[in-house]
């Protein structure tokens, strides 16, 4: 047989072929995995668009396509920033769902009461979004001062309710149908001083029904990796999630191999609360909540910001974890309301997230899915960094083995010479694995790696002789996630000194 296949075997006349054909020389160095993110939401009511996903670099781009103040728009804002402090180039897809058929949107009022002693001017604040100013002048009646809400409310695009101006109140209903509406949080604030004498009452929106199904999305996902998810919906859609984590678990599968992290945001302020859905989804490794406690964001804002700060660290540094991270643009809730050590250990402990504020800014603290077994003191599947770091090592894989190089080469035992280049031995595939094993071990994905080489295995299997079988255990390196240092101390006593 001949080495080289540049000219063909069978050719007789005097020829020079030469074929330039790449060849991967990497020699198992790791390429991280790179990150891509996946937005399961709605668009708003009133807007018309198609439900086939599309990746946009910009949340005006998505406030077009889907609508402003929908929950894919708002999202948007948290991952793709107009300051560019967001995910950057990491992939952004979109898997717009449509209002379900029963849906209904949430609403809410805010009524004025009193005419207007004074001035003053004030702004509605929707879940933290501020909008246009307002002002109150002496002799303004209650039907005045709707006017001036209304208009208010209309001009700023990314809140996400519409008014309707009913004279002796301004009634307020969600962009989007569906339970996740019922999110929406309304204040009115003073930007000036208060001499009108007009007071507030707000009726907070309720009474959204009915999400959609996220199939529509997820069916859509086919052999893209999509490793972290955005779900836009709040912890009382557990269809949602039920659904998602089917999907997700089918992703871990060894035909497929492309596993996710599904996320929602959290605003509950009590870690009873905030661990009543994760107490009961324990063996869910997909899903997972990020958190602000008594913050009066939308949950899936919570979630997208934080989500635009770890991406980023999954993607360009995958075996470090999230503590520290700041989600600037997010409002903490009030200081009273922030769980103590004994809470976030609580918390964790009880399948949620959990975030410190630090002068005012939200700081990721522990990120971890809901898997939490009883009786396991360390769930394997807990830790969010820890499923990052799994991807990396299953691409390092795929690239080695899912390749022209192995599919269909000949497979020969270890010991029988051979000069035909395509020809594969078990021995070699122990090598491609030794040799990303020190590379993974490089990078601090892995620890230990000599006895990770030492628990490689390959054969040709004795019941198929076109199947290589092989087996490798890693064991993943750790995080300083608590530091436990003794600091003991005493006082200086002065020398005696000695008698002359």
Not at 158 to 163: G, I, M, Q
Not at 204 to 217: C, H, I, K, M, R
Not at 364 to 378: A, E, K, N, Q, R
Not at 447 to 459: G, Y
Request: glycine share 8%.
């Amino acid at each position: 047989m001949s080495l080289s296949s540049a000219v063909d075997a069978s050719a007789v006349a005097r020829v020079v072929g030469i074929k330039t054909t790449f060849k991967d020389l990497r020699a198992g160095g790791v390429i991280f995995l790179p990150q891509r993110i996946a937005v399961i939401g709605q668009g708003a009511t009133a807007a018309t668009y198609a439900t086939t996903k599309a990746q946009h670099t910009s949340a005006f781009a998505v406030g077009q396509a889907y609508g402003f103040g929908s929950p894919l728009h708002l999202a948007a804002k948290q991952l793709l920033p107009t300051n560019g402090d967001g995910v950057g180039t990491i992939p952004v897809t979109f898997y717009p769902l449509e209002d379900d058929a029963s849906g209904v949107a949430a609403t809410g009022d805010i009524t004025p009461s009193g005419t207007a002693t004074g001035s003053a001017a004030f702004r509605v604040l929707v879940n933290n979004i501020p909008s246009a100013q307002f002002a109150v002048a002496s002799g303004d009646t209650v039907a005045d001062i709707c006017d001036a809400i209304t208009a208010a409310l209309a001009a700023e695009l990314d809140l996400p309710v519409t008014a309707t101006d009913n004279t002796t109140d301004v009634g307020v209903t969600s962009k989007w149908e569906g339970a996740s509406a019922n999110d929406i949080h309304i204040e009115v604030e003073a930007t000036s001083a208060d001499n009108s004498g007009v007071t507030f009452a707000i009726t907070q929106p309720t009474g959204g029904l009915v999400d959609p199904d996220t199939s529509t999305a997820t069916d859509q996902f086919g052999n893209v990796w999509e490793s972290l998810v955005l779900n836009c919906f709040n912890d009382t859609n557990t269809a949602a999630l039920d659904a998602i984590q089917t999907v997700g678990e089918g992703r871990w599968g060894a035909l497929v191999r492309k596993p996710f992290v599904s996320f929602i945001g959290n605003t509950d302020t009590t870690v009873a609360a905030a661990i009543a859905l994760p107490d009961t989804r324990k063996a869910d490794r997909i899903n997972a909540q990020l958190v602000a406690p008594g913050s009066n964001d939308l949950p899936c804002v919570v979630a997208a910001r934080q989500l635009a700060r770890l991406a980023v660290i999954a993607n360009n540094n995958p075996p470090r974890d999230y503590g520290s991270l700041q989600a600037t643009g997010l409002t903490p809730g009030a200081d009273g309301d922030q769980w103590t050590y004994a809470d976030r250990d609580q918390a964790l402990k009880g399948g949620s997230s959990t975030v410190e504020v630090k002068d005012g800014v939200v700081n990721l603290s522990d990120t971890v899915t809901f898997y939490h077994p009883d009786g396991d003191p360390i769930p394997a599947y807990r830790h969010v960094v820890d499923i990052i770091k799994l991807q990396n090592i299953i691409f390092n894989l795929d690239l080695i083995f899912a390749t022209s190089a192995w599919d269909g080469a000949p497979l020969i035992p270890d010991d029988q010479p051979t000069v035909n280049r395509d020809a594969k031995q078990p021995k070699a595939a122990v090598a491609a694995v030794a040799a990303l094993t020190d590379s993974l071990a490089l990078n601090a994905i892995i620890s230990d790696p000599e006895t990770a080489k030492a628990s490689i295995q390959a054969a040709i299997n004795s019941m198929n002789p076109k199947r290589l079988d092989l087996v490798v255990t890693y064991q993943l390196s750790g995080n300083t996630n608590i530091i436990s240092v003794d600091l003991d101390f005493g006082f200086y006593f002065g020398v005696t000194p000695l008698a002359a």
